[in-house]
């Protein structure tokens, strides 16, 4: 299992990740952050927790942290490649846009806008996915705060939502 988490924008006051979602982001294969940490300390205390992580700056990044991380990155999970990058921009067009911006990825994983969203293509987009986990620690106008969790296997990739 692969844990996935964006926009925890820490430290901020005495704001922390939920405990289930860091029991959850320490016992995973590898845990992929998709931006907004905004702090490098956030960064070195999430790999202190899961070495395996897989990361990509988000907009309100420090200076040091941009610095380490890329913008836009591509990984092998299994025999299917997944594509992280924070802001897939606006709603309209996203699931396109994704495709035409990362066209060796079956799935994007995006964070930013701290809204829980999973969408399957269908017709010429079947196969591909996008997922935003929302965010652990600020949810602003999703439901809760939450974390998204990805098994790969020879049937694919399986996003899920976890509310924390």
């Known amino acids: 299992m692969i844990a996935i988490i964006a926009d925890t924008h820490m430290p901020r006051g005495s704001r922390r990740l939920p405990d289930r979602c860091s029991e959850l982001l320490a016992a995973a294969e590898a845990v992929i952050h998709v931006g907004d940490f905004h702090a490098l300390a956030t960064l070195t205390a999430l790999e202190a927790l899961n070495p395996r992580l897989h990361a990509v700056h988000g907009n309100v990044d420090e200076a040091a942290l941009r610095a380490r991380l890329p913008e836009t990155l591509e990984l092998g999970v299994g025999d299917r490649t997944l594509a992280l ?3 897939a921009g606006p709603a309209k067009g996203r699931l396109a846009r994704m495709r035409r911006r990362f066209p060796a990825a ?4 995006f964070g930013h806008s701290h809204l829980p969203l999973h969408e399957v293509g269908s017709g010429e987009l079947a196969g591909f996915e996008i997922f935003n ?3 652990p620690t600020e949810r602003r106008r999703a439901p809760g705060p939450s974390m998204g969790l990805l098994e790969a296997d020879r049937g694919g990739l399986r996003f899920r939502h976890l509310w924390l």
């Not at 079956?106 to 994983?109: G, H, I, Y």
């Open 133 to 135: 986990p929302g965010s």
């Open 106 to 109: 079956d799935a994007v994983v």
């Open 85 to 87: 990058i924070h802001d």
